[in-house]
């Protein structure tokens, strides 16, 4: 029987979820999610739940922050002035912003708060500082 290895072309269908049991994400309705183990395309915990797997397999995993998207970083949350944002942009709480980096590296951040002077963005991953747990079924493997 085929077992998950690195270098595996794999797809799998997950459905994620936070501590409170909210569904953050899942493949059910969609397509498997594909991707190749060791290629450093998934979070860690996720790549290293998959390894050891055979096919038509099922597995539950919780993930700490260190194994997902991280701690929350707190330098990544900043104030940046309205008049800083281009006028046809009317941001609001919630609201995913691109923003470029002095490297000319494009970022996504969120918008945490609104006010007449300025907003306050959130450049780390939605869901930083989250345990994850995934329901994961290996329902691919090609060599």
Do not use: C, W
Request: no cysteine.
């Amino acid at each position: 029987m085929e077992i998950v290895k690195d270098e595996n072309n794999v797809q799998v269908h997950y459905t994620g979820t936070l501590d409170s049991g909210e569904v953050f994400d899942t493949s059910r309705e969609r397509e498997p999610l594909a991707f190749t183990v060791g290629a450093g395309q998934m979070i860690p915990g996720f790549e290293k739940a998959v390894r050891g797997m055979k096919l038509n397999e099922t597995k539950k995993v919780t993930l700490d922050p260190d194994d997902a998207y991280g701690e929350v970083i707190p330098e990544m949350v900043q104030k940046v002035p309205l008049t800083q944002l281009p006028p046809e942009i009317k941001p609001h709480v919630g609201q995913q912003l691109s923003s470029q980096m002095p490297d000319g590296r494009q970022i996504v951040v969120t918008v945490k708060e609104v006010n007449e002077e300025d907003i306050v963005i959130d450049a780390n991953h939605p869901l930083a500082g989250e345990r994850l747990t995934f329901e994961i079924e290996v329902v691919g493997i090609d060599a």
